[in-house]
DNA sequence: CGTCACTTTGAACATCTTCAAAGCACGTGG
DNA sequence: CCACGTGCTTTGAAGATGTTCAAAGTGACG
């Protein structure tokens, strides 16, 4: 909203197709050479600086996004309510789907992060794709089943964990996709956005995250310093992400 | 899990497919009289006592349910938490297609909250039926994006409102359900479900729910006898809803 | 190198949970 | 048809958890 378009990217940091991290971990990776030629030539790529918008909420959608490099999240707001971050993206993963399907426009909004490498597929041509594939129509689906399972898990969890045990739980999930482990159990990583953002994602405030950071530190879970995270025990953090409730 | 499979159904609680509540209201209305037949012919049905497991989390599942009357809930149980109801379904309307997509057995349970009467359509014949008409798989999907969008809604709703703001969200969508209403205003309906299920809907405790019902009633809002509830102004009640915060 | 947003701190307060116990209601079996 | 019991509902009191508001730091980015 507030941020203008940024410089055309560089070749380095937009890959071609084939090589992009995309090709082996997201729905794309069901298609053959030839297909992800077509993909590669029809796409577009643009960088994003940290907190700027992807799509906004409202506007018609006229495509999807996926990502080459950096992290994006998605949000939604409702009518009078603060913005929820519900759901992260990561390089490799794809954006927007779900709202394709409804000709409405977007239902929620997408931020990059951090600064990020993202490229977009208009709607006609993912729409040739997928008629020409039967198998990348069910990576979709699949796609939209798993973002709801895990939007069923977050509301369970922000219904009975306290902000810590959730803190704990997303710390976890981005030391395992990201940390860099030293020892056994030590790993160290890189929080990829901020504090505000964190607090979004986790439904509380960000005095709320602060002090319960804190309130972490001096019990040893973890040591923080700005966006760097060293876990002595991963172990320990994991055990917070579940404990509490015995009941 | 406690119940007993119940008694076969009478012809009248059972209806034919073409004369089902179904019919219009859900995904099957694409599928012309021929098809419906072949649906009606396939499918079979049950009675459901109030409480009684349709399906329930872990267990393979074979198929898809369709809602003739009553109404039932999807729980989720989290390892070690309890279980959050995360969507109602009434009659009409199909449970269970998600879990279909990824063979790995329900991810979530379902259970009758008022004695009901369902049919279930197994898979195989769901996927003939589903390869037949290709509108039946933009229905199912569409269904699929539906249930995101407003899980994503309840989530939010759970961030940011108080218990006494999504009680009369809940009130209102019911009401505008199956509320007979008296005057321009006046609204009298019955709660389809106890207090706990209520409770695990809202995702708080039983004790909560009734202390916010009777801060309610004392405030005017609503007057309630056991599952019968009468709104004398059903536009104050919409603005509970939405209420609270105004930063 | 200045600006603006993010982050932190403190104190008061609201909301909701927890535990324990009593009342009630419904369906089951006699 | 009535008695019985199990699970649901209500009450009370205490305490935990998180929010709110205001203001002072801090840091990142252009």
Redesign the pocket.
Same mark, same amino acid.
């Given at each position: 909203m507030?941020h203008v378009i940024s410089a055309p990217i560089p070749g380095v940091s937009a890959p071609h197709c084939l090589d992009c991290p995309t090709r082996r971990s997201a729905e794309w990776n069901v298609l053959g050479d030839e297909e992800m030629a077509h993909l590669a030539a029809g796409k577009s790529a643009r960088t994003y &600086?940290?907190?700027e918008l992807i799509f906004a909420q409202g506007q018609p959608c006229l495509g999807i996004y996926c990502i080459a490099s950096g992290t994006a999240a998605v949000g939604r707001t409702e009518p009078s309510l603060p913005t929820v971050l519900v759901r992260l993206a990561h390089a490799g993963q794809t954006l927007g789907y779900s709202h394709l399907v409804l000709t409405d426009g977007w239902r929620a909004s997408a931020k990059a992060l951090e600064?990020s490498v993202i490229c977009s597929v208009e709607s006609s041509q993912l729409e040739r794709l997928l008629k020409r594939h039967q198998g990348l129509a069910q990576r979709f689906q699949a796609h939209l089943v798993a973002d709801l399972e895990q939007t069923e898990a977050a509301l369970a969890h922000l219904a009975w964990?306290?902000? &810590?045990s959730r803190l704990a739980r997303l710390i976890v999930a981005l030391a395992e996709r990201t940390g860099s482990s030293n020892g056994q159990n030590f790993v160290r990583l890189k929080l990829p956005m901020? &504090?505000?953002?964190?607090?979004d994602l986790l439904?509380? &405030?960000?005095?709320?995250?602060?002090?319960?950071?804190?309130a972490m530190e001096s019990d040893g879970v973890l040591i923080?310093a700005?966006?760097r995270v060293d876990i002595p025990d991963l172990g320990r953090l994991r055990q917070e992400s579940v404990a509490?409730?015995l009941?």
């Open positions: 507030a &600086r940290k907190g600064p964990q306290p902000v &810590r901020t &504090r505000r953002d964190m607090a439904c509380t &405030r960000p005095e709320t995250l602060t002090r319960t950071m804190q923080s700005g966006h509490t409730h009941h």
